[in-house]
């Protein structure tokens, strides 16, 4: 399973901010799409970095006067992208290692997506899921007296 069945299913809809907006209309932002991060893109739609609620909060506790200032002085600005042809399990451990829940999808150097680390563990919970359906309903054939070869 890849990224590409993820996208299909929910969509390529991305929530994009530029870096100098400010983190007040990030969170605006954030709050009115009920997601948890935003992809920062400059004036030709290239990702130049990533903004998460996390990055706000951890911020905001140092700093009180951080909804004042551009995103750029809050967004990650290496951000790991993933393809769509990608391997489900790969791009899950690199989140899980790197310690990231949200992955921009890039097609062609194009922003087509994006995934989180909760997509990716509902995909591989419903892959998972059909493959027990599958096997109870072999087990249940044979024993039955059917054998039934897939």
Do not use: W
């Not at 004036?43 to 004042?68: C, F, K, M, P, Y």
Request: net charge neutral; glycine share 10%.
């Amino acid at each position: 399973m890849n990224i590409a069945s993820i996208l299909a299913k929910k969509g390529g809809q991305v929530y994009t901010i530029r870096p100098e907006q400010t983190v007040r209309q990030a969170l605006a932002t954030l709050a009115e799409r009920n997601v948890g991060a935003l992809v920062a893109v400059d004036g030709t739609g290239r990702v130049v970095g990533i903004l998460s609620e996390r990055d706000v909060v951890r911020r905001l506790a140092r700093d009180e006067n951080a909804l004042s200032l551009a995103v750029e002085a809050l967004m990650t600005k290496n951000v790991i992208t993933g393809l769509p042809q990608d391997d489900l399990g790969t791009v899950g451990r690199t989140m899980t290692d790197r310690r990231f829940r949200h992955m921009p999808i890039l097609e062609n150097g194009r922003l087509v997506g994006v995934v989180s680390l909760g997509d990716i563990v509902k995909a591989q919970r419903d892959q998972y899921q059909g493959e027990v359906e599958t096997l109870e309903t072999q087990l249940i054939d044979e024993g039955q007296g059917r054998v039934i070869k897939h």
